[in-house]
């Protein structure tokens, strides 16, 4: 067993540690609340051990929430009637950015936004709006940071073709065959999409969309709202910042805050609520109407059907692979995550004239 204290007293913290943890519910990281006692009362702090399955080079993570910081740092300080907080990093005792413990893990401590709550999914259309408000003023934060200052921490994270081509070796000979009626239906399910899989890649090669800072998992219980105003304030999970098309931010967006029943439920359950999808877009695109593109806003509906079928595929190669890349709680976990997303998808595919004419209506002229 891992000693928590133990490598919370690896950081500078303004006080000595009086507890740490567990907290949240990622499904790839460890997360724990360290409470620490000093000269003004308890403060909270995030301790995290990345995961090293998914993060092979920590040190670029933390070398891109350094560029992160430098970029966004000073416009928060240029608008103080604004209130938005980006988490910051705590060094260890030594002034690292991070520690690493005798196996070799590397953990990682960032500032707690206090004041704030998230949910594990969308609970009303203001909240929905809400919520897409806050993700583009984050866009427009980082739009303009230069896209080469960034490591790319996860080469080929979203980029669907790749997910489906590796998905295509897993599938012939898996680790762990499943020929459940449920494993069945995601094989026919992917079978009859592959073909508008590069969908996005493809408005990249044109030259349509191009490549920029984004956030990389802009989910509901990454966006942290103000309990006291209901206001979005912040986004955490930074790890994910990186180049790439900004339509995977707009797609997860979408995907994960306009399905009520949460990722969790039976498909049965699941479908796309467009009453928040046009309030998401509502708050969303006046934030980056500045900056959008004709093409920008054409491939809205592509980046949300596309991004929630490759998180499905996802969901099912690593069922077929293990569980080797995201955690699961109980067996047979992702396989029903996959499923819930394709059941998703379908809702969306059902309802594609509506979303695209939610964007039209709400397009700047």
Same mark, same amino acid.
């Given at each position: 067993?891992?000693?928590?204290?133990?490598?919370?007293?690896?950081?500078?913290?303004?006080? *000595?540690?009086?507890?740490?943890?567990?907290?949240?519910?990622?499904?790839?990281?460890?997360?724990?609340?360290?409470?620490?006692?000093?000269?003004?009362?308890?403060?909270? $702090?995030?301790?995290?051990?990345?995961?090293?399955?998914?993060?092979?080079?920590?040190?670029?993570?933390?070398?891109?929430?350094?560029?992160?910081?430098?970029?966004?740092?000073?416009?928060?300080?240029?608008?103080?009637?604004?209130?938005?907080?980006?988490?910051?990093?705590?060094?260890?005792?030594?002034?690292?950015?991070?520690?690493?413990?005798?196996?070799?893990?590397?953990?990682?401590?960032?500032?707690?936004?206090?004041?704030?709550?998230?949910?594990?999914?969308?609970?009303?259309?203001?909240?929905?709006? *809400?919520?897409?408000?806050?993700?583009?003023?984050?866009?427009?934060?980082?739009?303009?940071?230069?896209?080469?200052?960034?490591?790319?921490?996860?080469?080929?994270?979203? +980029?669907?073709?790749?997910?489906?081509?590796?998905?295509?070796?897993?599938?012939?000979?898996?680790?762990?065959?499943?020929?459940?009626?449920?494993?069945?239906?995601?094989?026919? $399910?992917?079978?009859?999409?592959?073909?508008?899989?590069?969908?996005?890649?493809?408005?990249?090669?044109?030259?349509?969309?191009?490549?920029?800072?984004?956030?990389?998992?802009?989910?509901?219980?990454?966006?942290? $709202?103000?309990?006291?105003?209901?206001?979005? +304030?912040?986004?955490?999970?930074?790890?994910?910042?990186?180049?790439?098309?900004?339509?995977?931010?707009?797609?997860?967006?979408?995907?994960?805050?306009?399905?009520?029943?949460?990722?969790?439920?039976?498909?049965? *359950?699941?479908?796309?609520?467009?009453?928040?999808?046009?309030?998401?877009?509502?708050?969303?695109?006046?934030? +980056?109407?500045?900056?959008?593109?004709?093409?920008?806003?054409?491939?809205?509906?592509?980046?949300?059907?596309?991004?929630?079928?490759?998180?499905?595929?996802? $969901?099912?190669?690593?069922?077929?692979?293990?569980?080797?890349?995201?955690?699961?709680?109980?067996?047979?976990?992702?396989?029903?995550?996959?499923?819930?997303?394709?059941?998703?998808?379908?809702?969306?595919?059902?309802?594609?004239?509506?979303?695209?004419?939610? +964007?039209?209506?709400?397009?700047?002229?």
């Amino acid at each position: 067993m891992t000693d928590l204290s133990a490598i919370a007293r690896q950081f500078a913290f303004p006080g *000595e540690v009086l507890s740490v943890n567990e907290y949240g519910s990622g499904n790839v990281n460890d997360t724990y609340l360290v409470q620490v006692t000093g000269g003004q009362g308890v403060s909270e $702090f995030i301790l995290q051990r990345l995961n090293p399955t998914v993060f092979l080079k920590p040190e670029q993570i933390m070398h891109n929430l350094r560029v992160l910081d430098d970029h966004v740092r000073p416009k928060l300080l240029a608008s103080p009637d604004h209130r938005w907080e980006l988490p910051t990093i705590t060094p260890t005792r030594n002034g690292a950015d991070y520690y690493r413990d005798d196996s070799g893990a590397c953990w990682r401590v960032q500032s707690f936004v206090a004041g704030t709550e998230s949910f594990p999914a969308i609970v009303s259309v203001s909240q929905a709006e *809400e919520a897409g408000r806050g993700v583009g003023f984050f866009h427009g934060l980082i739009h303009d940071l230069p896209v080469h200052l960034l490591h790319d921490t996860l080469p080929g994270f979203h +980029v669907t073709p790749g997910y489906l081509d590796r998905y295509t070796v897993l599938g012939a000979a898996p680790p762990h065959p499943d020929s459940s009626p449920e494993s069945l239906f995601c094989r026919r $399910f992917i079978d009859e999409r592959k073909t508008s899989a590069g969908v996005l890649e493809a408005a990249r090669t044109r030259g349509e969309l191009h490549p920029c800072p984004i956030h990389g998992d802009p989910k509901p219980a990454n966006i942290l $709202f103000a309990r006291d105003t209901g206001r979005a +304030v912040s986004l955490i999970d930074l790890d994910t910042v990186k180049p790439g098309l900004l339509h995977y931010d707009i797609g997860d967006c979408l995907r994960s805050c306009c399905n009520p029943a949460g990722e969790e439920a039976g498909p049965a *359950e699941i479908s796309l609520n467009l009453d928040y999808c046009k309030a998401i877009l509502r708050g969303y695109l006046p934030q +980056v109407a500045p900056f959008f593109s004709s093409f920008d806003y054409q491939y809205i509906y592509d980046a949300v059907r596309l991004i929630t079928f490759e998180l499905g595929l996802r $969901f099912f190669s690593d069922h077929l692979a293990g569980d080797v890349y995201f955690k699961i709680r109980r067996p047979g976990q992702n396989l029903l995550r996959a499923t819930v997303q394709f059941a998703l998808c379908q809702s969306i595919e059902a309802q594609e004239t509506e979303i695209r004419g939610i +964007v039209r209506g709400l397009q700047k002229p």
